[in-house]
């Protein structure tokens, strides 16, 4: 069974950072990809970064130059580190594991005011 929990999350002001963990049971190296979900009210949830076992990464549109995605094996952690924060980016995040199946952790909430 794996799990996944998030932390970090909470209110900023636009133009403020933030950033997320994502503390995995058991070794990350094994996942395949792994990843960072947002989710803002109405909307569907869509991928905000992720970073493959080769340490890849692949970034949306609308947070390449701000936002970035680590990972480190030996602590089983994921980390979003999120700068020059918008509105916009107001959502629940959640983290994503990606093995044989999709795991998901249970979410933390951003909230940027303008």
């Known amino acids: 069974q794996v799990q996944l929990v998030e932390s970090g999350g909470g209110l900023v002001q636009a133009g403020g950072s933030l950033r997320l963990s994502c503390a995995a049971s058991?070794?990350?190296?094994?996942?395949?990809?792994l990843g960072w979900y947002r989710q803002a009210p109405g909307k569907q949830r869509e991928l905000v970064a992720n970073?493959?076992?080769?340490?890849?990464?692949n970034y949306a549109d609308s947070v390449k130059g701000r936002f970035t995605i680590s990972r480190d094996n030996a602590q089983n952690m994921v980390y979003l580190q999120m700068n020059s924060l918008k509105p916009e980016d107001t959502a629940v995040y959640y983290c994503?594991?990606?093995?044989?199946?999709?795991?998901w952790g249970q979410g933390t909430q951003v909230t940027v005011s303008s």
């Open positions: 970073i493959n076992n080769g340490d890849r990464t």
């Open positions: 058991g070794s990350i190296s094994r996942f395949n990809v």
């Open positions: 994503r594991a990606v093995l044989a199946n999709i795991y």
